[in-house]
């Protein structure tokens, strides 16, 4: 089995930021990638950012480039998503998601992809003030 958990969120000013992490435990053998996803109150889920194990790789959705940024320490088996320049729309639950084995086909078509990936954590909400 595998445990995500998710911590670092909180309530913010506008323009101000919070750092998210995701501590895996449980199954031993390395992630492929790791994802953050998010919902809002009567919205669907959204992909936010995505990383390989390596880290050579990482996608980040429009509304978030330039001001988010995924990192990982895989030491420490933790993805981290650093969040500046935040908005009230970016106010939702934050989830962060596993990926174990290979997934065919392009990073880049699939990295977003909340169905692709094999576990989730419970969730941090982050909360945006204006």
């Known amino acids: 089995q595998v445990q995500l958990a998710e911590s670092g969120g909180g309530l913010v000013q506008a323009g101000g930021s919070l750092k998210l992490s995701c501590a895996r435990s449980?199954?031993?053998?390395?992630?492929?990638?790791m994802g953050w996803f998010r919902q809002a109150p009567g919205k669907e889920r959204e992909f936010v950012a995505a990383i390989t194990w390596t880290g050579d790789r990482t996608k980040s959705a429009d509304s978030v480039k330039g001001r988010f940024t995924i990192s990982r320490d895989n030491a420490k088996n933790t993805v981290y998503l650093q969040m500046n320049s935040l908005k009230p729309e970016d106010t939702a639950v934050y989830y962060c998601?596993?990926?174990?084995?290979?997934?065919?086909?392009?990073?880049?078509?699939?990295?977003?992809?909340?169905?692709?990936?094999?576990?989730w954590g419970q969730g941090t909400q982050v909360t945006v003030s204006s």
């Open positions: 998601a596993v990926r174990f084995a290979v997934v065919p086909g392009r990073w880049e078509e699939w990295a977003g992809d909340g169905d692709k990936y094999d576990y």
């Open positions: 449980g199954r031993s053998f390395r992630s492929y990638a």
